[in-house]
């Protein structure tokens, strides 16, 4: 035992160098003694502490382990058994001193070092003055998570400048740590998403901000990210993290909005998968009362539509004249006094509907006496009287208004509730019934009535915006007894379809190559006729509902009872057990045990129902799947017969795929994992994805149809991965065969002097243009006369489809797809011979240098054969 004498007046420096040799010779428990001992030996061990720690050099930033950070952790241990050593026993000088000196060690340090200072010297009683003075030092010096870091644990937010100080981390690609330096600070999240959204107007130039910070050295990695699109998502987020009001994101606002916009011009006038009605709907709520909005739609429909539907809604929305597009004013004075109004009297439609749409598509077997509008507490009560009896068997669906990202809540307007001799339909949008305690009480009671089973597709969503629509819902949670989602279903019968294809006869799987999706593909795998999905994106909230959204609404709920009868009277057929319910039980079960089973095979290789693409340790180890070794003789694939699905993760790998022939759909960002293994089952693709998702998606697709890419690497490694595991053989001719946009293949050539005679008609190439008649002439000579497709280049491997197929009246291919005349610069127009447009888009494409640019990317896997050498040289 050390006696009084010998526990006062150690030299710090002797016992820094002595813990520095323990470290050194890694004798941490000896280490840890002699640190306790020598702390109080020290005469001043505040002083003695800080002594230690500015003489070792391992404070590096980054490190899980340094020396210094060990003694400050041993050191916090002492004090807890030697409480008499504060700071408030030193005079004020002295402690002023040594909070100084604390500071002066925060730089280049570990968050547990910063808190473990900042605790021991109690920073947080400095002037905050002091302080802030520290901070926009470290600033100056470029330290700028360091001092947001510190501002932070400091508590000085309010006593800085937002922008000064999250305006050089933003321009980093550094936003999560404005964002903590915000947080909690309702004035400063304001002021953070005021400045984004500022940045999202069409005339903001990063340039202008980098031009404040000329110290900062901006990647092209980070300034892709300062850009509106990118901007405006972040923007969105943050309102919804925050609970802010959109409006005060204006800009932001119009850019989903104008997004939202080309989104239903495609939707209506290239894919025609909307109803003019519901698209007309969807279009005044995007453009509201927004004059640039409404200009921005009377410019699309030249575009997309004619110029006498632009007029309409020009004339609609009374757009001043010297903001139409060319050729809009005059067709509003040669319209008719019919034609100068949009709508009129709606059409009358019959319950029954035509003859060809019940061939093609599921019929409720109900007449339209059976469908009940439920919209008062009297109508309430008889569906309540018919649906909650023990051992009824319910559908449910729900529809809501899609706000197209405009509105990130979204509140249930319909709830569709079907037995098999009749529907209820829950009308919400009528004044005081939504909210009505009778409404709620039965939303309760029918969910979590155990003896009825609750029939859904996909009921997350659902529940999602019931407990939107219902806060109360949030507060006393909705307990949910006998529901049975056939979403949980449906992948056992697709993979007992493909088990079908692979080990028996071979036959077509339903669906396979088709547009059908989720619900409507379960229907028609089951019924034998797909769902009319027309109706699906309504505006649900306009009253009354039309006849064609009623119809819509009672098949999404009815055809669940028939789908469920089947699958129960049949389950061997669709390779389901007889308890249906079981299925869901045991999903259950094995998610609840997926995170010990993970953990346990931790480190080891997974190669069960899927694989793994990840670097691979050696070459035996490359090209597994399933744990079997492909079999040596396995044929080269060309890659246009390579289909996968890309997740939402990994677009930048579907772009390059896409690029080099592969046949890809890739998921949006607002689209759920989910839809990745909807579109393999339906259409026999592979599931290309990484991360968390790959465990959900590898159990809902057969054996080896999923793959997990490592997210670290760059996307154009990810694709030689990929093409090397499927032996994808890839040549020249691959490149650029199939449209970067759409995924099509197929294309048709534009002679430059089409392609001027088409910008010339569409207002896009002004006649009084600097190149005379004569002049055109001399550079169209060589080309073939408009009409006749010239000759096709022999290094593009894609299917051509003759230029006559292109209606010269309307600029549309067969599928509804207009030229996209609008991307073509005109200055581009005489340099280029030869157009290529899609067929199915109408994207415009041409020669230019990034052919080459992709052939020298992906030299290292290219077959180039003495035929393709000589095709490569004539394009260039």
């Known amino acids: 035992m050390n006696t009084p004498a010998e526990t006062v007046g150690l030299d710090p420096i002797m016992l820094r160098d002595q813990l520095f040799m323990l470290w050194n010779q890694s004798d941490l428990q000896m280490l840890h003694l002699e640190a306790l001992q020598g702390f109080s030996k020290l005469s001043e061990p505040l002083e003695g502490l800080l002594t230690i720690l500015e003489g070792y050099p391992v404070r590096q930033k980054g490190r899980s382990q340094t020396l210094g950070l060990h003694v400050l952790v041993e050191f916090q241990t002492w004090m807890k058994e030697h409480p008499q050593v504060t700071l408030s026993s030193l005079s004020e000088q002295q402690a002023s001193e040594l909070q100084r000196r604390a500071l002066d060690l925060l730089i280049d340090t570990q968050a547990c070092f910063v808190d473990g200072l900042i605790d021991i010297y109690r920073l947080n009683s400095l002037d905050p003055a002091v302080l802030v003075l520290y901070i926009m030092n470290l600033m100056s010096l470029r330290c700028y998570k360091e001092a947001i870091g510190l501002s932070v644990k400091l508590k000085l937010q309010n006593d800085l400048n937002m922008e000064e100080m999250c305006v050089p981390l933003i321009l980093q690609n550094k936003l999560p740590l404005a964002e903590s330096f915000v947080t909690g600070h309702k004035h400063l999240e304001q002021q953070l998403v005021t400045l984004l959204d500022s940045w999202c107007h069409s005339c903001f130039s990063v340039d202008k901000i980098s031009r404040r910070y000329p110290r900062l050295s901006l990647t092209k990695q980070c300034m892709s990210q300062i850009q509106p699109k990118m901007l405006t998502k972040q923007v969105f987020r943050l309102v919804e993290k925050f609970n802010m009001d959109q409006g005060l994101c204006p800009n932001a606002l119009r850019k989903r909005r104008l997004d939202s916009l080309r989104f239903l011009m495609y939707k209506t006038f290239v894919e025609k998968s909307m109803a003019e009605e519901n698209w007309s709907d969807h279009v005044q709520y995007v453009v509201a009362d927004d004059l640039e909005l409404q200009i921005s739609l009377v410019e699309l429909l030249v575009r997309y539509s004619n110029l006498q539907k632009a007029a309409q809604w020009a004339l609609r929305y009374n757009i001043p004249r010297n903001r139409l597009p060319s050729g809009v004013w005059k067709m509003q004075q040669d319209l008719p006094p019919d034609l100068k109004h949009i709508g009129g009297s709606a059409k009358t439609e019959d319950w029954i509907p035509s003859h060809s749409h019940c061939q093609k598509f599921y019929q409720v077997p109900l007449t339209k006496d059976k469908v009940h509008l439920v919209d008062s507490p009297e109508a309430l009560q008889r569906c309540r009287n018919t649906l909650l009896k023990e051992g009824g068997v319910v559908g449910v669906d729900m529809e809501w208004q899609p706000t197209f990202g405009c509105n990130s809540i979204q509140k249930v307007a319909l709830i569709q509730l079907a037995t098999l001799d009749q529907v209820f339909l829950l009308d919400l949008c009528v004044a005081g019934f939504c909210q009505h305690p009778d409404t709620v009480s039965f939303i309760r009671s029918l969910f979590s009535e155990r003896s009825i089973i609750k029939l859904g597709y996909g009921m997350s969503g659902d529940i999602k915006c019931l407990l939107a629509t219902w806060q109360q819902l949030l507060v006393e949670p909705l307990e949910m007894e006998g529901v049975l989602d056939l979403l949980k279903i449906h992948p056992k019968i697709q993979r007992q379809k493909i088990n079908r294809i692979q080990n028996g006869p071979k036959e077509v799987l339903v669906g396979e190559g088709s547009a059908e999706k989720g619900l409507s593909l379960l229907v028609q795998q089951v019924l034998k006729k797909p769902l009319d999905k027309t109706e699906q994106m309504s505006n649900w909230e306009k009253r009354p509902l039309r006849i064609s959204q009623i119809r819509y609404a009672v098949a999404d709920a009815y055809c669940l009872l028939e789908v469920y009868s089947i699958l129960s009277s049949k389950p061997d057929h669709f390779g389901l057990p007889p308890d249906l319910c079981s299925i869901v039980s045991s999903q259950s079960e094995k998610s609840s045990n997926k995170k010990k089973k993970e953990q346990q095979s931790h480190g080891k290789e997974e190669c069960q129902g899927a694989q793994r693409v990840s670097p691979p340790r050696s070459d035996a180890e490359k090209d597994l799947m399933c744990g079997e070794k492909p079999s040596e003789d396995t044929p080269p694939l060309p890659p246009q017969h390579l289909r996968v699905v890309c997740d939402n993760m990994l677009q930048g790998l579907g772009r390059y795929l896409r690029c080099l022939g592969v046949d890809v759909i890739m998921l949006e960002n607002t689209d759920d994992h989910r839809v990745a293994a909807e ?108 009409g006749v497709t010239p000759e096709i280049p022999r290094y593009v491997q894609c299917q051509w489809a003759p230029l006559s197929e292109l209606d010269p009246d309307t600029l549309t291919f067969p599928g509804g797809a207009p030229v996209q005349l609008h991307t073509v610069p005109p200055a581009l127009v005489p340099r280029i011979p030869l157009f290529y447009v899609c067929t199915r888009c109408g994207k415009v494409f041409w020669e230019g240098t990034h052919y080459g640019r992709v052939l020298s990317m992906f030299q290292d896997i290219l077959h180039i054969t003495d035929e393709d050498t000589g095709a490569e040289a004539q394009q260039h």
Not at 699 to 719: M, N, P, T, W
Not at 724 to 750: E, G, M, T
């Open 679 to 786: 579109l393999a089952q339906a259409e026999g693709r592979f599931i290309l994805t990484c991360g968390q998702p790959f465990q959900t998606l590898r159990s809902q697709v057969g054996e080896g149809r999923c793959l997990s890419l490592d997210c670290a690497e760059k996307a154009r490694d990810q694709a030689v991965r990929v093409l090397r595991h499927f032996n994808v053989q890839l040549k020249p001719s691959d490149i650029f065969s199939r449209c970067q946009a759409c995924n099509s293949d197929q294309y048709a050539a534009v002679p430059r002097g089409d392609m001027v005679r088409m910008l010339k008609e569409k207002g896009f190439l002004q006649d009084d243009t600097d190149h005379t008649q004569q002049q055109e002439e001399e550079k169209l000579e060589d080309f073939p006369t408009p």
